[in-house]
């Protein structure tokens, strides 16, 4: 099934969308380069209401990269960031791409473990992290070589403090912000990394085929793994977003910034595609309806891009306190299965189509998508983006291709489609075949205009909030608590397509279950999320041949009692 102007599912595109793009020939680098230039004094970011044109944001980002420079990164070198959305998530992102070096994007809700095993991998030198998640780098043992650890205070971009958010008297706000902007113990502040003069405009610049980014993923199973991102798979998938919302226009389009950009779907929308159009990104830390509606009266948003229950809750929020919607244009879902409710209630109150779209941190993310065209099927996640191939293969023998409409293994091949695992060759291998086809571990079916539904997970990741859930992860810090014996992690589907994280654990002799302590001590090693929200025991875990816990028959002898 390769993407071809013959194939069946280029009719349903929407008009104007190209069944192929024209490939990128130039880094991210060139690309933000040249927004900078084009867009000038147009305004690039705006954070509680504080805006940065492109201009500024070019020199911030000049600055830094000189600044990191001179604390010894050099091209191919890993710089770590843990950072919420903010300005300086934008800059410190551009600048460690100017050096030709690789951008690791991480969790900020991380706990120190979690980073850990991630640092081991990548073993960046420098990071780039929230005052807030500072300290779990600073907890790493000193073998780890950490040299330095430049800290991030969001209120260092706010416009201004303000004395109701710290609830202090007035002549105390400017010693109250002194403090508040104080680096975290033993760290640089990022503000004084932007003293540096701009980088020298010699400076070499990274290529097309330059790793840019490191992106973990659970993929398919197990632990964490680093997805290598070059320019070209992120620049290519930036340019397959602008094919396909066709009417998008430069420096017009104004991107509310919700979903992480630490996560592969907000870094392609927000970080390469929102500056590739030139666009105002509207930054928001995290998600919050009222901090959005109040953002929706100065800069109405035309790109609304988020997972359902973000989009349901806007959508009420908006109804109640009468806040128009009708500037969301553009509005893709991802991440989990998007309800009929949920495109009715969104479409009731916003200016145009709620599509739902398919990727993975594999393909920069985004491979799939559903037209904004009244040719779009709800339900589905769409037909191959421009450039895209897709074929659907036996899941026992994938060198055999299925029959139209049977299920099977869906694979993927484009230019969005990542480079392999980071120092992995043996997964890298187990995911990316022979010919470049990338094996996505979900079971679809097709119908003859190329609509692809999901039929199942061919493996078991948990997605609660939009986020990933490993089983594995979460059974090993239960099996590390003395009263577990065994444990099983799964998924237990709750309304509008969501899930909550549950574990059945097997308890030692002579113990009883503590749930709240098995989540207290779940919770100081895993992010919230990733906490079981009921933990049951049971007798025995059910098992293979082998050995290996069965979790399809543990989560059918557990989830219908919860």
């Not at 450039?387 to 099977?408: F, N, R, Y």
């Amino acid at each position: 099934m390769e993407n071809t102007a013959a194939h069946p599912w280029t009719k349903n595109y929407q008009p104007g969308v190209p069944a192929e793009i024209e490939l990128p020939t130039e880094s991210l680098s060139a690309m933000f380069e040249r927004s900078v230039a084009e867009a000038g004094d147009s305004p690039a970011t705006e954070f509680f209401g504080k805006r940065t044109s492109y201009r500024e944001l070019g020199e911030q980002v000049e600055r830094a990269a000189e600044g990191l420079r001179r604390l010894g990164v050099r091209a191919g070198d890993r710089v770590a960031l843990i950072l919420p959305n903010c300005p300086q998530h934008v800059i410190a992102f551009y600048a460690v791409l100017r050096l030709g070096a690789v951008v690791v994007e991480h969790n900020p809700l991380y706990t120190s473990r979690e980073l850990r095993h991630q640092f081991e991998d990548h073993q960046a030198r420098v990071v780039i992290a929230w005052d807030k998640a500072a300290e779990s780098v600073r907890q790493f043992p000193k073998d780890m070589r950490i040299d330095t650890v430049v800290s991030v205070n969001l209120l260092e971009a706010f416009p201004a403090v303000k004395r109701m958010a710290l609830n202090l008297p007035v002549k105390k706000l400017r010693a109250s912000k002194a403090a508040l902007t104080a680096p975290a113990p033993g760290t640089m502040a990022f503000k004084d990394l932007l003293k540096a003069e701009r980088i020298d405009a010699a400076h070499p610049r990274p290529g097309v085929e330059d790793l840019a980014v490191i992106q973990y993923t659970s993929g398919t199973t197990g632990r964490p793994k680093g997805a290598m991102l070059t320019h070209f798979n992120l620049y290519s998938n930036a340019l397959q977003g602008e094919a396909w919302m066709a009417g998008a226009r430069e420096r017009q389009e104004i991107l509310y910034a919700i979903l992480p950009m630490f996560h592969a779907f907000g870094m392609t929308l927000y970080l390469t595609f929102g500056v590739k159009k030139q666009g105002l990104l509207v930054l928001f830390p995290k998600f919050d309806p009222d901090l959005v509606l109040q953002a929706m009266k100065k800069s109405p948003a035309t790109v609304y891009c988020a997972v359902p229950p973000i989009y349901e809750r806007t959508a009420m929020a908006a109804k109640a306190k009468g806040v128009s919607l009708r500037s969301a244009k553009y509005c893709i879902s991802g991440a989990m299965n998007l309800p009929d409710s949920v495109v009715e209630l969104w479409e009731s109150v916003s200016g145009g189509l709620l599509v739902e779209g398919y990727g993975m941190t594999e393909s920069s993310p985004v491979a799939l998508g559903n037209p904004f065209h009244p040719t779009r099927r709800t339900g589905t996640i769409g037909v191959p983006f421009p450039s895209t191939g897709m074929k659907v293969v036996d899941l026992d023998d994938p060198s055999i291709e299925v029959a139209q409409g049977e299920p099977g293994e869906l694979l993927l091949k484009g230019p969005q489609v990542f480079a392999g695992y980071w120092n992995n060759p043996e997964e890298t291998a187990k995911t990316l075949t022979a010919d470049g086809w990338l094996r996505t571990g979900d079971v679809v079916t097709v119908d003859a205009e190329g609509f692809t539904t999901i039929v199942d997970r061919a493996k078991e990741l948990i997605i609660t909030g939009g986020f990933n859930v490993s089983p594995t992860e979460v059974e090993s810090v239960l099996r590390a608590h003395p009263d577990v014996r065994d444990a099983a992690a799964f998924g237990k589907a709750l309304e509008r397509g969501r899930e909550m994280v549950v574990a059945a654990v097997e308890l030692e002799p002579g113990t009883e279950l503590d749930e709240e302590g098995l989540r207290e001590h779940c919770r100081g090693q895993l992010a919230g999320y990733k906490v079981p929200k009921r933990i049951v025991a049971i007798e025995a875990m059910p098992r293979s041949m082998l050995g290996k816990i069965l979790r399809k028959q543990v989560r059918e002898q557990v989830a219908p009692g919860l």
